[in-house]
Nanobody, 122 residues
Framework: QVQLVESGGGLVQAGGSLRLSCAAS????????MGWFRQAPGKEREFVAAISGSRGSIYGVDTTKGRFTISRDNAKNTVYLQMNSLKPEDTAIYYC???????????????WGQGTQVTVSS
């Protein structure tokens, strides 16, 4: 059974930075796509970034381009999301995701973490 545990969320002022971590276990980490989604109150869960297992190919979205960076350490079974220049609209619960296939659509993801709250004050 795949287990994903996020950490690193918190309260930060606009323009600040946070780094989220997701520690994974229960599967062959290096072969899985890993990613991050977020969900704001009253909104659907949306894709933020993903990284493939073998080649480390990165997928992202325009709203966070140049501000958020996803990376992974296969030796530590951990995926990271470095978030810089945070904006109040980045406020959401951030979820770690894992799947053998590409993960850019929430409904296709087979494994989720419990989520970590990120709040950006103006």
């Amino acid at each position: 059974q795949v287990q994903l545990v996020e950490s690193g969320g918190g309260l930060v002022q606009a323009g600040g930075s946070l780094r989220l971590s997701c520690a994974a276990s229960g599967h062959i980490f290096s072969s899985y796509f890993m990613g991050w989604f977020r969900q704001a109150p009253g909104k659907e869960r949306e894709f933020v970034a993903a990284i493939s297992g073998s080649r480390g190919s990165i997928y992202g979205v325009d709203t966070t381009k140049g501000r958020f960076t996803i990376s992974r350490d296969n030796a530590k079974n951990t995926v990271y999301l470095q978030m810089n220049s945070l904006k109040p609209e980045d406020t959401a619960i951030y979820y770690c995701a894992a799947d053998p296939a590409t993960i850019t659509i929430a409904r296709t993801v087979s494994n989720w973490g419990q989520g970590t709250q990120v709040t950006v004050s103006s």
